[in-house]
């Protein structure tokens, strides 16, 4: 397998260098009077979330009125403003996202009652990414004690391991000991950091057995080493451009290729090499995303090591060719999945792109920056406003989750038992605490 995602990572490599520097002229334009028009949209919405928002009902029927009221102006404006179709909202709202969300943050907090809603809602994304490959694999989108698992090991250890207070030697041994974890060791856990990370381990263990999904836990080890040399994407570790994007390379494509095999269990070879490619330019995206604070605190990616030297323009553009080349596969992978499903992977990567490149202006030309906010159905610095006066209120995104996943009834004693047993939290917090002891 290891020789397998080699020729895969090479192939990309040579996608990434083929990629034209030239703008994405296939994304369609958007006149000013239509993004103003879009803008008004979106005002009208988040001004309905706020308002549900401060008015947080504490009674189950009026939690559920609120919720019904979010959902009707979710739907109008992602209409509206974004040319949703039924299609693609009933996807979304009926299709088990919804559910896998509320279902995540019950479980997170009846794992560890004080995780934040920060990190239910960022660990709660990787479970959405899984619930996209489940229906792109042909499988009901749903939430599993392995992907609950994996998920919540984003907050767990990735958080950790990026945290500028803890030192780089306590990172390489929380690192060498998780590796040994992931591969099948006993080890007993040192802490309570190390207590979670094991048990959300024994969570993925208690859906798969190793002896029978040896490639599930192939992909958590391969995830992890590319995590491991990540560590060294600093200024000081001074490795090569070729060597730079192999590891940014193998770091994203692991990860989804491990949520794809956390999906499905087993995975034919097209669809482990299309996750693994998806993963990659979902890394680019995200690296774009984060390119001013990378700058800033000396990460090496594909675009911070010329932040502020040259602008991004050419690399960005890169990206988005890359991404299409990409995701030109999803109709031979998903050939049975609903044509909704790809259409919105393909809408929210190339947003995502774009909205990157208003959100770091300053590294881009002028005359760039006017070619993508065209490109955009929002102005840029439209965008900009309304995401500082939200995070100015908390986080109105991570709130909205918290709100909705308390919107339902209190379950009743067999559903409570049920969800008890699908996730066995108990005994997975009884063994791992046993081992430590």
Avoid at 10 to 26: D, G, H, N, S, T
Avoid at 244 to 257: D, R, W
Avoid at 294 to 316: H, K, Q, V, Y
Wanted: proline share 5%.
């Amino acid at each position: 397998m290891p020789h397998e995602r080699h020729a895969v990572t090479a192939r990309l490599l040579e996608w990434w260098r083929q990629a034209e520097p030239e703008p994405p002229a296939f994304l369609r334009c958007y006149p000013a009077r239509e993004q103003a028009r879009r803008e008004a949209h979106l005002d009208r919405y988040l001004e309905a979330v706020e308002a549900e928002l401060r008015a947080a009902p504490r009674s189950w029927p009026g939690q559920a009125a609120a919720k019904e009221r979010l959902i009707a102006a979710f739907r109008i404006f992602a209409r509206q403003a974004l040319d949703f179709e039924d299609r693609h909202l009933d996807l979304l709202l009926d299709g088990g996202f919804t559910e896998t969300g509320k279902e995540f943050a019950r479980a997170a907090r009846l794992f560890d009652p004080s995780v934040s809603t920060g990190d239910v809602f960022q660990a709660s994304r990787n479970a959405w990414t899984t619930n996209v490959l489940q229906i792109m694999l042909g499988l009901p989108a749903r939430l599993t004690p392995a992907i609950f698992g994996y998920s919540m090991l984003y907050p767990c250890t990735d958080n950790y391991l990026d945290h500028p207070g803890v030192s780089k030697a306590h990172k390489h041994a929380f690192n060498r000991r998780f590796g040994a974890r992931l591969e099948g060791g006993e080890l007993a856990p040192a802490g309570r950091h190390e207590e979670q990370a094991w048990a959300l381990v024994s969570l993925i263990e208690s859906q798969y057995r190793r002896t029978e999904y040896p490639e599930v836990f192939a992909s958590l080890c391969a995830i992890h080493r590319a995590q491991e040399r990540s560590l060294e994407l600093d200024r000081a570790a001074g490795a090569g451009a070729g060597d730079l994007l192999e590891i940014i390379f193998e770091k994203g494509g692991a990860s989804v290729l491990a949520d794809a095999w956390l999906a499905a269990g087993t995975l034919a070879p097209s669809a482990a090499e299309f996750a693994f490619a998806w993963g990659v330019a979902l890394q680019l995206g995200d690296d774009l995303q984060d390119v001013a604070a990378d700058a800033r605190d000396g990460i090496r990616t594909a675009f911070s090591e010329a932040a502020g030297r040259e602008p991004l323009d050419a690399a960005t553009n890169r990206s988005f060719h890359f991404g299409a080349r990409v995701l030109a596969d999803l109709d031979g992978i998903g050939a049975a999945a609903p044509p909704a499903i790809k259409e919105l992977i393909r809408t929210s990567f190339f947003m995502l792109l774009t909205g990157a490149v208003g959100e770091a202006r300053q590294f881009y030309s002028a005359a760039y920056v006017r070619e993508l906010e065209r490109r955009s159905p929002f102005t840029f610095e439209f965008l900009r406003s309304r995401r500082r006066r939200f995070t100015r209120s908390r986080g109105i995104l991570e709130r909205l989750v918290g709100a909705l996943s308390a919107c339902d009834a209190p379950p009743e004693p067999s559903r409570s038992h049920a969800r008890a047993e699908l996730y066995n939290l108990d005994q997975v917090r009884s063994s791992t605490v046993a081992v430590r002891y």
